[in-house]
């Protein structure tokens, strides 16, 4: 008797993080490319595209608290989806009230940074889902023994 595994087993050893569905990668890549696009609009909005004063304002620092979230999201740091999911809302906020207020260039630029956080959140809310039911379903088969 050998204490060698058993090829199937090898393959239950793996947790869900370290082999991704192609589901759960299409979210994390989704929600990596939603907060960088985000980052971009927030910038080039405030310093070129229609900055509330000409010349550009210190406003476009918005996007630094965004930049904290790229690392954990590269990392697929579940903390970081969570917190990134309720830190957006405030983006969302400020995309509201300027496409309410804001002449048309501002405007149309505050609907697509509405549309990026929503799609933000979405990314996220399903990364996390996703991610907790694999862990759910690996969970009863990392505690058997294998035979």
């Not at 204490?3 to 082999?19: E, G, R």
Request: proline share 7%.
């Amino acid at each position: 008797m050998t204490d060698a595994f058993p090829p199937q087993a090898a393959a239950n050893t793996c947790s869900p993080i370290q082999q991704p569905g192609s589901d759960v990668a299409a979210t994390r890549w989704l929600a990596v490319g939603s907060l960088l696009a985000l980052m971009a609009l927030c910038m080039a909005w405030e310093l070129w595209l229609a900055p509330l004063r000409s010349g550009g304002t210190w406003l476009f620092l918005k996007a630094l608290p965004l930049a904290f979230a790229v690392v954990g999201l590269l990392k697929r740091r579940m903390y970081t989806y969570r917190w990134l999911s309720l830190l957006v809302w405030l983006y969302f906020t400020e995309g509201v009230v300027r496409a309410w207020g804001d002449p048309a260039p501002g405007r149309w630029l505050a609907m697509g940074e509405i549309a990026l956080c929503v799609l933000l959140f979405i990314a996220c809310a399903a990364h996390v889902r996703l991610r907790q039911r694999a862990a759910k379903a690996a969970a009863p088969q990392s505690g058997a023994m294998p035979s």
